[in-house]
């Protein structure tokens, strides 16, 4: 699908989604509680149904309402199938290995290729010093063990996703466990998403200095709300750095999660050139960097795990920037954005099969004018993306199946 986007200036009012983040969390606790739950405030992303389909296909009981959805947690684990879908979702992936670890029976969990790809080395080496089965395909991992509590070490340099699904596991253990995370703890706003999450469900799960320590059997049900997301909300305000008058309400201003440092990075932006870490907000790697483009310049740093999203970021933004007229200068670690006038695209840009690098080529072109191809992979985390933004007052007509 394409979306021909002509210059436009952004207006209004709007709340930003529900953060996929907290409902992957506050899906999976429910169903870890072991009892009825409601889960409030759900968008119905791609990712968001990976989450559903794959509890479900564990044991407990889901029933999707318009903005809700009801977890029955009462046989979650005790008769599950063998082969869980996680589609694209990393989430999904990397919160329920460790879970399946639990069961001492041989799941598989299947996927897209480019999600099969991504690491999952800390948990084919915790399975190889603990004798369990992890094997790897091209479309899925087939893992078989007998994970219980107890002391464990992880590498505090790798997505957080590892350790909170290491953190999950534990907690539908009984008896309490310590995760020892070595140092340097990158994306530790995601770990205490993990945190916040457990607390709202009533489990006991601390982290001190780089320990947290898990008390098994603590959750309880509860119903909860998925908080607004700052992730996406950062592609709806980055039209205010471009001329745009959006409101975007729904956000916790006391909100654990990591992205609403955008806010921040936005107004260094408009200050100058700076240099910015993103080593612990990796996801608002593209719109910094089109952002950047359309203002002063900047050099991005703590970028290395851009290459292992839902595309090669790095090199995604790269070959579409150039089709602005903006060449990046690219490193192992960082990316240097330089301060040029762009120009529409004499060709297509491709959207990479990538929610962030469509969501991101929309606001440049925005300003430009230009044609999205793969304009679809929104429907990962904002499938109304464009049916938001265009209501806001972006010129866009969207060719194919209606998004």
Known sequence: MTAVILPSVLSGEVNAPPSKSMAHRLLLLAALSGGKCKV????????VMAMTDCITALGAECKRLDGCVEVDGSGFLKDPGESLN?????????????????LG??????GSKRLMERPQEVYENL??????????????VAVCGGLACGDYTVDGSVSSQFISGLIFALLSLDGVSRIHITPPVESRPYIDLTLKAISDFGGKAVMRGNTVEVTGGSLSPRDVCVEGDYSNAAFLDAFNLIGGSVKTGGLDPMSAQGDKVYKTHFAALCSGAPEIDISDCPDLGPILIALAALKNGCRLTGTRRLAIKESDRTEAMKREMLKFGCKLDTADNSITIPKVDLKRPEEPLDGHNDHRIVMSMAVICSVTGGEIAGCEAVRKTYPDFFEVTERLGLRVRLDGEKL
């Open 40 to 47: 409030k405030n759900i968008a119905y992303s791609e990712d």
């Open 86 to 102: 996680c589609r694209e979702s990393g989430n999904t992936l990397r919160f329920l290995i460790p879970l399946c670890l639990t």
């Open 127 to 140: 399975c190889a010093e603990r004798g369990f089965i992890y094997e790897r395909s091209e479309r899925g």
């Open 105 to 110: 029976k041989k799941i598989t969990l299947s």
